[in-house]
């Protein structure tokens, strides 16, 4: 996925313009990625105790909200009850989680669907650390795309979760950074911070008054380790990509990556990236996974149903098709208009 804005980096801060108050920024790792946090605040205990608390939040739901690998964590423990038959009771968070991604899955046609996670391990994209070159045969395709659990099968019952299928298993990551952000700023605000900015792994989201620097992203060009085009975001704004080009690898002359149609259970592969720009983090991390995985065919009416009109979708070819509203907004880089053709959807 993704974008890079400039924040500046460690523990500091600098003069700001809005009014008397200052920023502090500060970058971490958590969710697997670079976070990089900027607060408004005249009072550096303040933006100190309000910036742990986003660092130890992130820290938790990292451990919490993730399948993989060895380290015990709450949607694993859920995916362990799922293939026994048997119901667990988890924690407000991701009960809320699950609920929110039930929704979002159901208004995207199923073009964004947790319950994709078997096919992520199929694939191995449950493990980049590792190189795997098998991939599921034509026959485990055909079954997925026949029968196969969806997040529609999970079951909430108060704080309790259960399955209509044992073969179900779940993998947030189309929804659990943007919806980490969004939580984020409730923290910061329960704290008296009113303008924020993070950056998590290129998702960025703004609230308040915060310079124009912080609120400068580069939209990257998904073939060039390079900025394709920049625009500034309004706050209340979140901006997300999802690309091909992230959690890859090449096998026989076909790009196998992290976006999967969960229909299919295959790698999106009519699309290269994404941008949706959205009022939450939230809806437009899902977004542009479901955008990008409906595909050339239905990528305009997943956006219609999911009330994102900012869009630019860069297609297999390298034609760039991008929404009135959202093309507006860009300031394109000359390399970029030179490389790509584009198409303007009205």
């Known amino acids: 996925m993704r974008y890079v804005i400039a924040f500046l980096c460690l523990i500091c801060f600098v003069l700001s313009s809005c009014h008397s108050q200052r920023r502090f920024d500060t970058s971490f790792i ?3 990625t670079r976070v990089d946090l900027s607060v408004m ?5 303040q ?11 992130l820290l938790q739901w990292s451990k919490d909200w993730y399948p993989w690998g060895a380290t015990p964590g709450e949607l694993k423990n859920l995916n362990a009850t799922f293939a026994q038959g048997r119901k667990l009771k988890v924690s407000m968070q991701l009960r809320d989680l699950l609920q929110l991604s039930k929704q979002l899955s159901i208004k995207s046609e199923g073009y964004f669907d947790p319950a994709v ?6 694939w191995g994209l449950n493990d980049m650390s ?17 029968n196969h659990p969806t997040i529609k099968d999970v079951i909430t019952e108060a704080n309790q979760i259960s399955s209509t ?7 947030l990551g189309a929804i659990a950074k943007g919806y980490a952000i969004d939580l984020c700023m409730q923290l910061l605000k329960q704290r008296n911070i009113n303008s924020a900015a993070i950056n998590l792994g290129g998702q960025v989201r703004i609230m308040g008054e915060m310079d124009k ?5 580069h939209i990257r060009d998904p073939r060039m380790n390079a900025s394709m085009a920049t625009l500034i975001l309004n706050s209340g704004e979140s901006i997300s990509t999802s690309g091909d080009y992230e959690r890859y690898r090449m096998q026989a002359q076909q790009r196998i990556h992290h976006i999967l149609d969960p229909h299919t259970g295959a790698p999106v592969a009519d699309t290269q990236a994404v941008t949706v720009i959205a009022d939450n983090a939230t809806l437009a991390d899902v977004a542009s996974t479901a955008i990008m995985a409906a595909g050339a065919e239905h990528w305009q009416y997943i956006a219609q149903q999911l009330g994102i009109s900012q869009v630019l979708r860069v297609d297999a070819t390298g034609e760039i098709q ?9 300031h394109w880089e000359a390399s970029a208009l030179q490389s790509y053709s584009l198409v303007q959807i009205h």
């Open 213 to 217: 620097v912080i609120r400068e992203v």
């Open 322 to 330: 991008i929404t009135t509203a959202m093309h507006k907004r860009l």
């Open 41 to 45: 605040s005249d009072d550096s205990a």
């Open 47 to 57: 933006a100190a105790q309000a910036t742990m608390s986003v660092e130890q939040s």
């Open 165 to 171: 299928r044992s073969d179900i298993q779940l993998d």
């Open 30 to 32: 958590a969710m697997g």
């Open 117 to 122: 996670a078997p096919m992520m391990r199929a």
């Open 130 to 146: 590792h190189t795997q070159t098998t991939s599921p045969d034509e026959e485990a395709l055909h079954a997925w795309k026949h």
